[in-house]
């Protein structure tokens, strides 16, 4: 595997909004860490399970922050979310 992109940005970032991904969330989050730094997941009322594996990376790692919306709202609403965390926080550019 490779590192983990160490270096964060404090203007650019990559959301990544979800619903029930499975398993597969945990390598995806894997892979896209090894690219950029910080990653933000929003979690759009997932029931799969694959918010405790989401959780339990971003306790291992402070480059990735997860957002639990609490039921399903649709990718839209999941994507404002985090366009609206992101601005708060004094990111310039999401992708």
Known sequence: MHP?????????????????????????IRQVRVQWNPVWVVVDGSTDGSTVILKNLAMQD?????????INQGKGAAVLFGLQQAQTAGFTHVL
């Open 4 to 28: 983990i992109s160490n270096t964060p940005s404090g203007t650019h970032m990559v959301l990544i909004p979800c619903y029930n991904p499975g398993a597969k969330i945990e390598q995806t």
């Open 62 to 70: 402070n480059g990735l922050k997860v957002w639990e919306l609490p």
